[in-house]
């Protein structure tokens, strides 16, 4: 099934949006006025697939976007302007009726006010390929046959995989892996002077149908099924602002609500049909994401001061909310226990969050420029700490406790300070920057991490036709002393987001114009991060990145781009194999994961003839390698620690967009083009996925295939 | 010390405060606008500019900012029209434009960067730019038209230097538009994300020029599940999203920085599976690794959820 023949099955959700958009656009003010200026747009296409795509193959072809085969509106635009030209009204549309349909309807009087309404479709595709045993009894109810649970349970455990197997071949059944979102919009600008800003906007997004989430019920089996979306996110922000020559302020409201139509995830366990307390549960149950609302407000302001100078803040305060109803422990009946009473009803979630930013800004003589600033981000987590006598493994076991919910504060702040000297055509910074994170002792390994950071930019442009932007960057990160804080952890090992780290970076652009000639841009940047203080964890970061891109127009009716980027990414981490009474150096592995990628970017815009025959080439390939090395630097004593390299992931996409595009009389305008896109991809990890993979797990078999599509469109413009 | 050398010292110690003294009021003298003894520059009209330029004025008129100052001045400064801009034109006019303008605009003019922005900016410094100056962009010298075309319209919102925002902005970030050309991306070339969704070019109160006040309420605009707080907290969620995920692209599912299930392993040297390197085909690595069975990796509000399998 294609996704673009999915959208069909709401129809009327696409009629009522364009309705009442159209609806707005007739009754509005503006068409009211009579005397008024029509223009606009409608491009019509009809698209055929030279070199289709399978139905297998679709999830990735059209992850985030629909192209259907045979008409569709590529865009449609319609503008109402007054005369005097002081009211306007504008409505757009592309890939109207898809399932990346866009809508704007703007209405505004010049310099004044303006009402916009958007309404945004966008379909995140999973993959094309999913099958599943389960059936959906209810929103976030998966159940299986009855027989063939009983059956597994009452079968010796070598021979359930053969069971499974052989019911999977039969009985699981394609489903859709994706989540639609729909976002509606209306914001409405206010500028009833030149000094005044006053605006509002509400937000409205909704999510649905499912992704694929994993549930397991113990080190048992493992089901994979689609996780049920239904969820809303409501957004409304409220701002004023005002400003004077010497001073300005501004402030902003933000209320943001999230809603989780289905609480839970329940699904039945495949070699379980009865309770049992240690054996499993015949149904796990998962928590999903609960209901949660956050509201922000925000000053800010800036006042002039002498010596060309400029003080800038900001204040914020947030908090948020969630207290959403805990579920049970546990859904398998068999486990019981007073240990397993819950010690509140909810969590009573509560973060506060503080930001105080503030900028200094001067110039005191005429090139040289001086900069202060201060940030402090607060992140306060008043959520209450709760105990849990016991909890229940994955429906599988009772584990005595007690646990306690570890909740994380901390305090960013960040302060610097820069001079910049501007001796024409140069241009030289100094800069230092300390960075603090204050975590908290005892809820992560590093109380305090400070990292300082040293730089110097230069750009010059000694010639006219030259530019130059240089810049250097090093920086040392010291923590205080790295504590265990989880009893197993292996002491030595030094997590690399507060591990002591040095880093450097260097960050290089060159552009070259010769006069009317093409430009040349040439970029190189490097990061090199070093973990000396690590034994274990990650050890050492290195990326740089390459890239040169020409652009030229060597007249009015032609426009050249070539690009190229090459980009490698190597981090390499220690580990070692552990388990009760074995741990051991011996037992070490060592990582090494390195990316590379190339990109190869490609365009071409010429009128062959000009004013009349244009021709535009769009070419793209993005090729990508990623390969997890491993080894294991002594001889080992438990097979488990045997380390070795995983397969290479490759990645392949091309895109390649071709168009023709010649005007017909007066109005009409008619376009031919052509698409190859074409995507090849080998990673070991979902290549050949199935529901059976052995054992009695159950997986839904998501992959994303290769494609290699071709697509021929005529489009029709009409201009008016 | 002999008075011979306290001699030369003062007179050296004079040199260089004389010269210390040029060269700072080489920097505090105000711009020298036009010759001395020349007429003063005075206000022409517009009309007068589309005597010689037809072309740019007849484009500028089709933008916000040419309807605007034509039809709907709001003050002074807007019915200048072109000369709002770039100030007063009588001498330029009258020399058939062997005077130059008192501003220009791009690559090839007279006035640096920051006097060019400050025409800009005389309206602009306002809402979104608040935090222009001493931001990124502002102190590596960066013009508005490096970004913006007022002249003509190119883009269809923003009156953007180029088509849209991802080219526009990678003109200097390249590497951030290679990254949208890769497989796993958010959906920017698909046109359903923008730079600025992400991002205020203009300047914020957070490092890189984020709108939102840390990395994470930046993506909890769309994540909105993911914000909690909840029950089980993953601690390097919880500070920031980027620990694991680069939103610009990767070659990862899930835009992940490094492949799973080497990501988690970075940290996780507990004991049993997660410290095991693992092979191929183990149903630790193979399809959603370890969040095959740890799938609320995000943060779990379940009683029992403390190893986020529920």
């Not at chain 1, 599988?396 to 305090?411: A, H, K, M, T, V």
């Not at chain 1, 820069?418 to 002792?441: C, F, H, I, M, T």
């Not at chain 2, 206000?43 to 605007?68: D, I, M, R």
């Amino acid at each position: 099934m294609s996704n673009s023949s999915r959208s069909l099955k709401n129809p009327g959700r696409f009629v009522w949006v364009l309705g009442a958009l159209l609806g707005l656009f007739v009754l509005s003010p503006g068409s009211a006025l009579g005397q008024t200026d029509v223009s606009g747009t409608v491009e019509l296409g009809v698209r055929g697939f030279l070199a289709g795509v399978p139905d297998s193959a679709r999830g990735k072809f059209e992850e985030y976007r629909d192209i259907p085969s045979g008409l569709f509106l590529e865009d449609l635009q319609l503008r109402l302007l007054t005369d005097d030209q002081r009211y306007s009204l504008e409505l757009r549309a592309q890939d109207a009726f898809q399932n990346d349909q866009i809508f704007l309807l703007r209405g505004s009087r010049l310099g004044s006010y303006q009402l916009e309404l958007n309404f945004e479709e966008a379909w995140h595709t999973f993959s094309n390929t999913g099958l599943s045993p389960f059936a959906e009894t209810g929103r976030g109810i998966f159940e299986l046959d009855d027989a063939l649970q009983a059956t597994l349970q009452d079968t010796d455990a070598a021979d359930r995989p053969d069971i499974l197997e052989g019911f999977l071949d039969n009985n699981a059944v394609p489903i859709e892996l994706l989540t639609p979102r729909q976002t509606g919009r209306i914001s409405f600008k206010l500028t009833p002077t030149p000094e005044w800003d006053i605006g509002a906007r509400w937000t409205n997004m909704q999510k649905e149908d499912g992704r694929p989430m994993g549930l397991t019920y113990g080190f048992g089996p493992t089901t994979e099924i689609t996780e049920p979306i239904d969820q809303t996110i409501n957004d409304v922000r409220l701002s004023g602002g005002f400003v004077r020559e010497a001073w300005q302020l501004q402030l902003n409201y933000t209320l943001s609500s999230f809603t989780n139509n289905v609480d839970a995830l329940i699904a039945d366990n495949p070699v379980r049909i009865t309770d049992d307390a240690t054996a499993g549960p015949v149904r796990g149950r998962l928590d999903l994401t609960p209901d949660n609302i956050a509201h922000n407000v925000d000053l800010a302001g800036a006042v002039r001061l002498p010596l060309r100078s400029r003080l800038v803040g900001t204040a914020s305060y947030g908090i948020r909310r969630q207290d959403e109803a805990f579920l049970p422990h546990t859904i398998n009946s068999a486990i019981t226990s007073p240990l397993l009473s819950l010690p509140a009803n909810s969590l009573d979630g509560d973060v506060r969050t503080t930001l105080v930013n503030l900028r200094l800004t001067s110039q005191p003589w005429r090139k040289v420029s001086l900069a202060a600033r201060y940030r402090s981000y607060d992140f306060d987590n008043q959520t209450p700490v709760l105990t849990f006598p016991a909890r229940v493994r994955t429906d599988q076991r009772l584990i005595e406790g007690p646990f306690e919910n570890q909740q994380y504060s901390y305090r960013k702040q960040n302060a610097g300070a820069d001079v910049q000297w501007r001796p024409r055509p140069v241009s030289v910074k100094l800069a230092y920057d300390w960075e603090r994170w204050n975590r908290g002792d005892t809820e992560r390994e590093v109380g305090r991490t400070d990292e300082h950071t040293a730089k110097v930019s230069l750009d010059m442009t000694p010639l006219d036709w030259l530019l130059l932007r240089t810049s250097y960057a090093h920086s040392w990160r010291d923590g205080t002393d790295y504590a265990q804080v989880v009893d197993l952890q292996l002491p030595a090992l030094r997590k690399y987001d507060m591990a002591d780290r040095e880093r450097d970076r260097v960050e290089v652009l060159a552009q070259i114009t010769p006069l009317k000639g093409p430009t040349f841009t040439a970029t190189y940047s490097l990061r090199n991060d070093d973990y000396d203080e690590s034994l274990y964890g990650v050890q050492d970061y290195e990326s740089w990145t390459a890239g040169v891109d020409v652009s030229w127009s060597p007249s009015e009716a032609v426009a050249v781009f070539a690009g190229y980027m090459r980009e490698e990414f190597d981090r390499r981490h220690r580990s070692r194999y552990r388990r009760s009474g074995v741990d051991t150096v011996a037992n070490d592995w060592v990582s090494r994961d390195q990316d590379d990628v190339d990109t190869y970017g490609f365009g071409l815009d010429a009128a062959l003839i000009p004013g009349s025959l244009n021709l535009y080439v769009r070419y793209d390939f993005s090729l990508a390698n990623g390969i997890m090395l491993a080894s294991n630097p002594f001889t080992i004593t438990n097979d488990s620690a045997i380390a070795t390299d995983f397969p290479e992931i490759t990645q392949k996409l091309h895109e390649l967009e071709a168009s023709l595009r010649y005007p017909i009389l007066d109005r009409w305008s008619a376009e031919l083009r052509y698409e190859l896109d074409r995507f090849d991809q080998e990673d070991f990890r979902i290549d050949d996925i199935q529901p059976f993979m052995g054992r009695t797990d159950i997986f839904l078999g998501a992959r994303t295939p290769d494609y290699n599509a071709s697509m021929l469109s005529l489009i029709v413009g009409y201009h008016f | 010390m002999t008075r011979a050398l306290e001699g030369k010292q003062r007179s050296t110690g004079a040199a260089i405060a004389v010269l210390v003294g040029l060269v700072l009021s080489s920097w505090i003298a105000p711009p020298v606008a036009g010759a001395q003894g020349a007429a003063p520059n005075t206000y022409v009209g517009s009309e007068v500019c589309q005597a010689c330029h037809p072309v740019p004025t007849a484009t500028f008129s089709e933008t916000l900012h040419g309807k605007l100052f034509e039809h709907e001045p709001r003050n002074t400064l807007e019915s200048r029209g072109c000369e709002a801009c770039h100030g007063p034109g009588s001498a330029h006019a009258a020399s058939n434009g062997e005077e130059d303008l008192e501003v220009a605009f791009g690559e090839g003019s007279p006035q640096p960067p920051s006097e060019q922005n400050a025409v800009c900016l005389q309206c602009h410094e306002k809402t979104a730019r608040l935090y222009w100056e001493g931001g990124p962009h502002e102190s590596r010298d960066l013009r508005c038209t490096n970004c913006h075309t007022l002249m003509r319209k190119v883009s269809e919102e923003r009156q953007l230097a180029q088509v849209n925002e991802i080219e526009t902005c990678g003109q200097c970030h390249t590497q951030r538009r290679a990254q949208s050309r890769r497989s796993n991306h958010m959906p920017l070339r698909e046109g359903q994300m923008k730079c600025t969704n992400c991002h205020n070019p203009h300047g914020s109160a957070t490092p890189k020029l984020l709108k939102e006040n840390s990395v994470n309420e930046v993506c909890y605009t769309c994540h909105a599940e993911k914000r909690g707080p909840f029950l089980w907290e993953h601690a390097p969620v919880v500070e920031s999203c980027l620990n694991c995920h680069d939103p610009h692209g990767t070659n990862h599912e899930k835009l992940l920085k490094v492949a799973k299930p080497r990501l988690c392993q970075q940290c996780h040297v507990e004991v049993f599976h997660p410290t095991q390197p693992q092979t191929p085909e183990s149903r630790f690595v193979f399809n959603r690794s370890c969040t095959n069975c740890h799938s609320q990796i995000h943060g779990s509000n379940h009683p029992s959820g403390l190893r986020w399998h529920r």
